[in-house]
């Protein structure tokens, strides 16, 4: 009886095997004698199936596929990248035997069950899921299936069995598994409808219909069931990222839609797998380097090359690009360079020059040459930093020199790829290597003085009058003999600081000495515990304050704490008085003379425009336990104001809309701008510049780096009027307008932080 039973069983998977069946294990067709497998075979040769194949699907011969891509409007020269995964793939409609079969599996139309009974009873019942989505089981009756897991069917066929008969085993299986139904339409090689595998996933079911044609987007393959956007698969993380978790088990009725790819971006050069790359909008220059399984070993990392297509002009540009957070938008190729011969290499000029950017090594040898041919924009002069680079992108050496002391870099060769770094006069800042920054701050002179501590950057020759006249120091009732101490060297030189010059040590200082006050009186005010005016002893610091101002408030916003200055508030009234004198003398003189290049009611307004209650701050960050407020000395008459956190940006100016208007993370200078409408006809676009929530201004001119730094929140961009003219009286005026703008908009970007 159990070698009967165990024919009966063989027989019966044998018999069921088709092409949307499972194989039979082979194991147990060698168990068979060659006359059983002729019976089997004869058997099934004769089996009348109730199972009519659909007559109005496409089932496509896999050798009948043409692979060959369709045409690409985009014109884009080179290999498109993914778009050879699916030839390769195959698309039988056979299950694959070994596989088991997962209790998830959605039990679909004219699928076949196996279910055999032992013990009491001994039976084996071949089971088809009917058109209606129901089994029909002797003794039981019908049992509706379709749309249930394979484990949901188990489990209630074995809860009917079990009703219905005593001590009877159970075993359940799938034997014949339908092919599902699918769509598959847009860009695709020969879209329409397909009976594919039960076990297929988004890619094997597209290889049933070529696979994407090379205008179509791997990106975004939308998987649409029952008449709903469900799933969206970019299959970029399955090939490049190896992430099969997305790439789901389609179901009967799916659709996938593959619509057009929306922007490719080419990639050559010293990249590791240069292609072309199907790109979204969100994704940088660092992102397509990844797919490009990042730079080779000879890669010139500050050098790539990126060709945008410019709407406005309907052309195509070319920029240098090093920054990795370079957005991709029109974007159409990038090359990155290697490093070449010097014939063909290039030299980078980073900071405040009116063209930063890359310069040709072969017209530039020597560092002399180069600064020649330079010009300058709010330079600071007393350092600047040369770097150079080795083969494997490693500085090679990192060099000071000072645009005041041409004897710092006379006859300096330059060398391939060199970056040469130029600080605004501002800031003082260096977005160089760790490397030269530590240099750069070993030869910080530290400058004492009643106003505070200045830390400057100085390298070469140097007199102590331009360090004051740079920082606007005020020496009234300041000694003129002044301490200047060398510790490296051992010196300490008491003189007249009319006098002194020097050249640049590491670790030098320079004191002056003033008459004490025993007390001063300071205001604290804002977000802080308790505000309001201290009596302090004349040698406390900004820290100090805050001790007796308690505990800072949750909304405090650290950047943009302000310390105002009575003495820099009355220097600064000075010299608007003063221009506001020049500039009325100059307008009467004027005032008879026509002349087209500018406004003169502009001007006027300019001159009455300025807030003075606001003026006198003394930039810089002033937040708990940073360098400045430890070491900035208080001063009698001195406030200090922390604001809430602003979590706005301003822009001012010549703009169509100035306005006030939220932050948002990663917001660049050009987008605030068009938020506010754009610029307006007479904007001075090559001064904008920004002015932080801690009072410092950079220029955004066309450096790429500070056009593509994030905004914070309390930032002002401000946008000058640009004066335009051929009167050489009105010329001579354009310094003094410029003075009055700047300080009517650092008066008014302290203004909106303080009314934030």
């Known amino acids: 009886m159990n070698n009967l039973k165990k024919y009966l069983y063989l027989a019966f998977c044998f018999f069921s095997f088709n092409v949307y069946g499972q194989a039979i294990d082979p194991s147990i067709l060698s168990q068979l004698s060659p006359e059983q497998i002729e019976i089997a075979q004869k058997a099934y040769a004769g089996r009348n199936s109730t199972d009519k194949p659909v007559q109005d699907l496409p089932v496509i011969d896999e050798s009948l596929v043409v692979k060959k891509s369709i045409g690409d409007s985009n014109k ?382 100085i390298y070469g020759k140097y007199s102590v009058t331009s360090l004051i006249d740079l920082l606007g120091l005020d020496m009234s009732d300041v000694d003129e003999i002044a301490t200047y101490l060398s510790p490296i060297e051992d010196i300490v030189i008491n003189a007249n600081y009319k006098d002194m010059q020097f050249r640049a040590k590491k670790y030098n200082t320079l004191s002056f000495r003033s008459p004490t006050n025993n007390l001063i009186s300071v205001s604290i005010s804002g977000a802080v515990e308790f505000p309001g005016t201290y009596t302090l002893s004349d040698d406390s610091t900004v820290e100090d304050l805050y001790k007796l101002a308690g505990e800072f408030k949750n909304q405090a916003y650290y950047e943009g704490i302000s310390l105002t200055r009575q003495s820099i508030r009355e220097r600064q009234i000075k010299a608007i008085e003063k221009a506001k004198n020049d500039l009325n003398k100059a307008l009467l003189m004027l005032a008879s003379n026509k002349d087209d290049g500018i406004d003169m009611s502009i001007m006027q307004a300019l001159s009455e425009s300025i807030d003075t209650e606001n003026l006198g701050r003394l930039a810089g960050n002033f937040s708990p336990k940073s360098d400045a407020s430890m070491s900035t000395i208080l001063f009698n008459g001195d406030s200090i104001y922390v604001p809430k956190n602003p979590n706005s940006i301003n822009v001012v100016g010549e703009v169509l809309n100035p306005l006030a208007f939220e932050f948002s993370k990663n917001m660049k200078i050009e987008s605030a701008i068009e938020m506010a409408g754009g610029y307006e006809k007479f904007a001075d676009k090559k001064r904008v510049y920004v002015i932080t929530a801690s009072g410092i201004t950079f220029k955004a001119n066309k450096n790429i780096f500070i056009k593509n730094m994030s905004l914070q929140p309390g930032d002002t961009i401000v946008v000058p009027r640009k004066i335009v003219t051929s009167n050489p009286g009105i010329d001579a005026l354009i310094p003094v307008t410029q003075i009055l703008s700047d300080l009517a908009f650092s008066a008014s970007a302290l203004d909106n932080l303080t009314n934030n």
């Open 76 to 457: 884009i020269s080179g290999k498109k990248y993914g778009y050879d995964f699916f030839s390769s793939m195959p698309t039988s409609l056979a299950a694959v035997g070994d596989l088991p079969l997962p209790n998830d599996y959605k039990i679909s139309l004219r699928d076949q069950f196996l279910v055999i009974l032992s013990g009491s009873k001994d039976s084996i019942f071949e089971l088809n899921v009917k058109l209606d989505g129901t089994i029909l089981f002797p003794e039981i009756g019908e049992v509706y299936v379709a749309g249930l897991s394979f484990q949901e069917v188990k489990d209630k066929l074995s809860q009917l069995i079990e009703k219905s008969y005593i001590g009877v085993k159970i075993d359940i299986s799938l034997q014949n598994l339908s092919a599902k139904k699918i769509t598959i339409v847009g860009a695709v090689k020969t879209p329409g409808t397909y009976l594919v595998n039960p076990f297929s996933t988004i890619t094997g079911a597209l290889a049933y219909s070529g696979g994407i044609s090379e205008i179509g987007t791997l990106r975004d393959i939308k998987l649409i069931r029952n008449n709903k956007e469900v799933f969206s698969f970019d299959l970029y993380d399955l090939l490049i990222m190896g992430d099969r978790s997305k790439d789901i088990t389609i179901e009967a009725g799916d659709t996938l839609l593959i619509n057009a790819a929306s922007e490719f971006v080419q990639i050559t050069g010293a990249v590791k797998r240069p292609a072309i790359y199907e790109i979204r909008e969100d994704e940088t220059l660092e992102d397509i380097l990844d797919f490009a399984l990042g730079f080779t070993q000879t890669a010139n990392k500050s050098n790539i090359s990126v060709s945008f297509l410019d709407l406005n002009k309907a052309e195509i540009v070319k920029k240098n690009v090093s920054n990795l957070n370079q957005s991709l938008n029109n974007a159409l190729s990038i090359n990155v360079f290697n490093y070449v011969s010097e014939d063909n290499a290039n030299i980078q000029v980073i900071g405040a020059v009116e063209q930063p950017g890359f310069y040709e090594l072969k017209k530039y040898k020597n560092l002399d040459d180069l600064i020649n041919n330079l010009n300058f924009i709010d330079v600071y002069p007393w350092l600047g930093v040369l770097e150079q680079f080795d083969k494997n992108n490693l500085i090679k050496s990192s060099v000071l020199f000072s645009l005041k002391d041409p004897s710092t870099y006379n006859s300096i060769k330059l060398l391939p790829n060199s970056k040469v770094y130029f600080a605004n006069i501002d800031s003082r800042s260096f977005n160089a290597s760790e490397i030269s920054k530590k240099m750069i701050s070993d030869y910080q002179l530290v400058i004492n003085h009643k106003q505070g501590t200045f830390r400057l950057p």
